[in-house]
């Protein structure tokens, strides 16, 4: 079973940053596309951005795009999430999944299927 931990939220004021960071429980992370989502209180989940099993195919939410950048490092397992001017409506709980791909292609999607394996979630608040 496919494990992922989610780490780097925490409180920041307006305007700040943080990373995000997915560490998945794989050695053979090019067979997996990456997304990051988002809950907020009171809200249902969103797709906030995805990064294929390539790495070249990447897509944003519109909410997000120009702030918020995805990465990953297939060496180390991990998928990044920078966030920068935060806002307090970013203010969420934030996952990330994993869905089985190809080798290295260019499947993305941010909208959720039930094929993904999920992390629980951390948590980011950007308050003043």
């Known amino acids: 079973q496919l494990q992922l931990v989610e780490s780097g939220g925490g409180l920041v004021q307006p305007g700040g940053s943080l990373r995000l960071s997915c560490a998945v429980s794989?050695?053979?992370?090019?067979?997996?596309?990456i997304g990051w989502f988002r809950q907020a209180p009171g809200k249902e989940r969103e797709g906030v951005s995805c990064i294929s099993s390539s790495g070249r195919n990447i897509k944003y939410a519109d909410s997000v795009k120009g702030r918020f950048t995805i990465s990953r490092d297939n060496a180390k397992s991990t998928v990044y999430l920078q966030m920068n001017s935060l806002k307090p409506e970013d203010t969420a709980v934030y996952y990330c999944?994993?869905?089985?791909?190809?080798?290295?292609?260019?499947?993305?999607?941010?909208?959720?299927?039930?094929?993904?394996?999920w992390g629980q979630g951390t948590q980011v608040t950007v308050s003043s």
């Open positions: 794989t050695s053979t992370l090019d067979y997996y596309a």
């Open positions: 999944a994993a869905t089985r791909t190809l080798y290295r292609n260019s499947y993305c999607q941010t909208a959720e299927n039930e094929s993904m394996y």
